[in-house]
């Protein structure tokens, strides 16, 4: 079966690509044609999105999807005119909120993803910032303001784990990359010694690692199979040894590497409304 899908937003249409996403995932027998629309801030926008969904309700014989967090009341209406289904979590939740509140909303385009909280969003910029001049180990100054320092073998998850980290939850996040000669010496890299408190390793599966270097650099000795089962057993080897806790990443979004760890390190996400 094969369903269109449109994610309707007055804003950048995060917030309706996450919903929708997330409710199509427990449908997979279906295929699903997902279409984003941001910004549909105006009548004539709307009118547009509609001659878009209609054109493609007529060419399927089925009615597409509508996720839709479209917030004035005007827009939504011409929207709902179309052939789509419409399915919008702010007209299903606003009105039992007020209601339990005591207190109408504000009706405000764009908080989801807005800067909001001004401190909150500098803080996560700050994170930004201190993951991009930590990374890969280019410099292991600052250690001491980490919050996580990932560990890994080349290739392993590391850079797009401490940018989600740092992005999403505002954490100071550092990576550091165990190479071959590193694991030629049974201790632990000198430099991560004084922080081991902070240390959380990466592991993924050597044919998953080999795929991966092979789409960088085909035919070498970095993606080579063997050399990628020595470096993912030595290293997970390493993590037992200095008990270091440690994550198999193969099979993971960055979303869930990244929920995963803050659970196992014990760390409050830095999320604040507003």
């Given at each position: 079966?094969?369903?269109?899908?449109?994610?309707?937003?007055?804003?950048?249409?995060?917030?309706?690509?996450?919903?929708?996403?997330?409710?199509?995932?427990?449908?997979?027998?279906v295929?699903?044609?997902?279409?984003?629309?941001?910004?549909?801030?105006?009548?004539?926008k709307?009118?547009a999105?509609?001659?878009?969904?209609?054109?493609?309700?007529?060419?399927?014989?089925?009615?597409?999807?509508?996720?839709?967090?479209?917030?004035?009341?005007?827009?939504r209406?011409?929207?709902?005119?179309?052939?789509?289904?419409?399915?919008?979590?702010?007209?299903?939740?606003?009105?039992?909120?007020?209601?339990?509140?005591?207190?109408?909303?504000?009706?405000?385009i764009?908080?989801?993803?807005?800067?909001?909280?001004?401190?909150?969003?500098?803080?996560?910029?700050?994170?930004?910032n201190?993951?991009?001049?930590?990374?890969?180990?280019?410099?292991?100054?600052?250690?001491?303001?980490?919050?996580?320092?990932?560990?890994?073998?080349?290739?392993?998850?590391?850079?797009?784990?401490?940018?989600?980290?740092?992005?999403?939850?505002?954490?100071?996040?550092?990576?550091?990359?165990?190479?071959?000669?590193?694991?030629?010496?049974?201790?632990?890299?000198?430099?991560?010694?004084?922080?081991?408190?902070?240390?959380?390793?990466?592991?993924?599966?050597?044919?998953?690692?080999?795929?991966?270097?092979t789409?960088?650099?085909?035919?070498?000795?970095?993606?080579?199979?063997?050399?990628?089962?020595?470096?993912?057993?030595?290293?997970?080897?390493?993590?037992?040894?200095e008990?270091?806790?440690?994550?198999?990443?193969?099979?993971?979004?960055?979303?869930?590497?990244?929920?995963?760890?803050?659970?196992?390190?014990?760390?409050?996400?830095?999320?604040?409304?507003?």
């Open positions: 079966m094969r369903r269109s899908v449109f994610l309707i937003s007055d804003r950048t249409g995060i917030t309706a690509e996450a919903v929708g996403r997330s409710l199509l995932t427990q449908f997979e027998h295929d699903f044609m997902l279409r984003t629309l941001p910004f549909i801030d105006t009548p004539e709307a009118d999105a509609v001659a878009q969904i209609d054109a493609i309700a007529e060419r399927d014989g089925l009615r597409p999807l509508l996720f839709s967090t479209l917030i004035d009341p005007d827009i209406k011409i929207v709902s005119r179309s052939k789509g289904l419409l399915l919008d979590p702010f007209d299903a939740f606003i009105g039992i909120l007020e209601t339990e509140l005591q207190t109408p909303s504000t009706h405000t764009g908080r989801s993803h807005g800067m909001g909280n001004e401190a909150s969003y500098k803080e996560r910029i700050d994170a930004v201190y993951a991009l001049s930590h990374d890969d180990g280019a410099t292991t100054d600052h250690y001491t303001s980490a919050d996580v320092i990932l560990v890994g073998v080349s290739r392993s998850g590391k850079t797009p784990t401490c940018l989600y980290l740092a992005l999403q939850f505002g954490l100071h996040a550092a990576n550091y990359p165990i190479t071959e000669d590193d694991l030629v010496d049974t201790n632990l890299p000198k430099v991560l010694q004084p922080h081991r408190q902070h240390l959380f390793g990466l592991t993924i599966e050597p044919r998953r690692l080999h795929q991966i270097r789409e960088r650099r085909p035919d070498s000795r970095y993606a080579d199979l063997r050399q990628c089962e020595r470096e993912i057993h030595a290293v997970e080897a390493m993590y037992r040894r008990r270091i806790p440690y994550l198999d990443a193969s099979h993971m979004s960055v979303e869930e590497i990244g929920t995963t760890i803050l659970h196992r390190i014990g760390r409050e996400r830095r999320l604040r409304s507003g």
